[in-house]
């Protein structure tokens, strides 16, 4: 039953997911990408769960699992749209493919360096936030748990700004967005779980859906930076994507439901 429990928060974040990088996108590249999130959550919240020991069934559970899915999800497409595919660049204003200053690395040793950096780099700031588990520490909880989720917004954020900023400019608040949402999440996830981890992970998944909600639907008629001055290829989405749009903030309720439901609970 945890299983297909499991199964169902996968398919449910990773809906979530696809429908706002579908509402930003259809217009520009069609729905083709659609299903990609979606498969690649259901893939991974099961064994995330399964590693995890998290309990989709609970109403703690399901919101640590959303949160992890979420960003494991992102991080995996990430990579793959950044090293592993080749795809025309041209439609872009940003390039995807991992790029210095818009000038794109080409495939081959380089490219590959940089990607196992990448990877290493991620895994070594996972080490040291789990690292931190069970040490003595004179700072209060909250602080501890803040300090330690902002640390995947901070990658986040210089990321982007290395991606970005070069090409569109370098933007302060937005800088520090991901870095102060990460960790506010990271403590209210506190609440459910003693895992460092678990909460930062999490906290940084709630984090890009929140900034994803934000510049999706408060701003609908802009488009991504990486489609931005490229013509609209698909103007009969305009009105597709709509019909999307009750899915979209269903799973919002859901999720906003569950937190109620496991603070109600908590402690």
């Given at each position: 039953m945890n299983h297909l429990a499991a199964l169902a928060v996968g398919l449910v974040a990773?809906?979530?997911?696809?429908?706002?990088?579908?509402?930003?996108?259809?217009p520009h590249e069609g729905f083709r990408h659609y299903p990609?999130?979606?498969?690649?959550?259901?893939?991974?919240?099961?064994?995330?769960a399964l590693v995890a020991?998290?309990?989709p069934l609970s109403a703690a559970g399901f919101c640590l699992l959303f949160g992890v899915t979420y960003c494991c999800e992102r991080g995996v497409t990430e990579f793959y749209k950044t090293f592993v595919r080749f795809e025309d660049q041209?439609?872009?204003?940003?390039p995807m493919q991992f790029h210095v200053f818009g000038r794109v690395i080409p495939a081959g040793p380089s490219r590959w360096a940089i990607a196992t950096g990448h990877v290493a780099l991620v895994f070594l700031a996972g080490w040291a936030i789990h690292s931190f588990q069970g040490?003595?520490?004179?700072?209060?909880?909250?602080?501890?748990f803040f300090l330690l989720g902002s640390i995947g917004g901070w990658l986040s954020a210089f990321g982007g700004g290395f991606k970005d900023a070069p090409i569109e400019g370098f933007h302060t608040l937005k800088f520090f967005r991901s870095p102060l949402l990460a960790g506010l999440y990271a403590v209210l996830l506190s609440l459910f779980t003693n895992s460092y981890l678990l909460a930062a992970l999490g906290g940084l998944g709630y984090t890009v859906a929140t900034i994803e909600t934000y510049k999706t639907f408060f701003f609908p008629n802009r488009p991504r930076g990486k489609f931005a001055g490229k013509p609209i290829l698909f103007p009969e989405h305009i009105e597709t994507r709509r019909r999307f749009v009750p899915l979209y903030f269903g799973i919002w309720t859901i999720v906003i439901v569950a937190f109620g439901w496991a603070l109600a609970n908590a402690g």
């Open positions: 990773g809906a979530h997911t696809a429908t706002w990088g579908m509402y930003k996108d259809a990609r999130s979606i498969v690649v959550s259901a893939v991974l919240a099961p064994l995330i020991r998290l309990d041209s439609k872009y204003t940003i040490s003595d520490s004179t700072l209060a909880r909250p602080l501890r």
